[in-house]
């Protein structure tokens, strides 16, 4: 019953270092999100999927990277990282029309 | 462009009142709304949801209620908890050709139930 599983959980990255941040979900959902979290300001749309092979650009995608080589995987890429990149990342995921989407429990980033 | 604005950051109730939390959204093309509840270190997750055809949806002791020509919608908890303490987040979303699922969600509002 694992749902969307993200890792790592936490992570501390010096500016200009790079990184992945992994996502699976076992739900066979073919739409796949990642979203950041800002103190005060609610979650952004970093990219999302909507099947493997297909990725898309969402609010706030400067900065990041994603692919989506398989149904259940869609890692977050980011280089070169900034202060500015550090937040709360949630992947998630869904099927398309019914409209609710499944979250992660989050990966904590902090660049220094 | 704020699309989604949840313009109370925080709201404090006492056990077995009401809680009231509030949504706005500028976008008319909006026709699909959802409230996620979310506890630290956790994801959100969904609680309820409603369709713009619709100006009220209820599950047990949460109500939303949605008045499209104000752009407006609230989440109605009765009787309050303190397990209902979290931050709600307000989302929209459209059907249409290119409708990809994508949620906009406003800036959350936390919610304190006093016991």
């Known amino acids: 019953n694992a749902g969307v599983t993200q890792t790592p959980k936490f992570r501390i990255l010096k500016i200009g270092q790079s990184m992945t941040l992994q996502c699976t979900q076992d739900?066979?959902?073919?739409?796949m999100y990642w979203y950041r979290q800002d103190p005060g300001m609610g979650l952004k749309l970093i990219y999302y999927?909507?099947?493997?092979?297909?990725?898309d650009k969402g609010e706030v995608p400067n900065g990041y990277n994603v692919s989506r080589s398989t149904t259940e995987d869609f890692p977050l890429r980011l280089e070169l990282a900034a202060p500015s990149q550090t937040s709360v990342y949630f992947c998630?995921?869904?099927?398309?029309?019914?409209?609710?989407?499944?979250f992660g429990e989050g990966s904590w980033l902090t660049v220094v | 462009d704020q699309q989604v604005k949840q313009n109370s950051p925080s709201l404090s109730v006492q056990e077995g009142r009401i809680s009231i939390l509030n949504c706005d959204y500028t976008?008319?093309?909006?026709?699909?709304f959802l409230w996620y509840k979310k506890y630290p270190a956790e994801g959100p997750t969904f609680l309820i949801s409603?369709?713009?055809?619709?100006d009220k949806n209820e599950d047990g002791r949460f109500t939303v209620f949605l008045n499209k020509s104000a752009k407006h919608l609230s989440l109605h908890i009765v009787p309050s908890q303190p397990g209902d303490s979290a931050v709600y987040f307000c989302?929209?979303?459209?059907?249409?050709?290119?409708?990809?699922?994508?949620?906009?969600f406003g800036q959350g509002t936390t919610l304190q139930v006093k016991p």
């Open positions: 998630a995921s869904g099927v398309g029309l019914s409209n609710t989407i499944y």
């Open positions: 739900m066979n959902h073919n739409y």
């Open positions: 999927s909507v099947g493997a092979g297909i990725t």
């Open positions: 976008n008319s093309m909006f026709d699909y």
């Open positions: 409603i369709s713009s055809i619709k």
């Open positions: 989302a929209a979303t459209y059907h249409g050709s290119s409708n990809t699922g994508k949620l906009i």
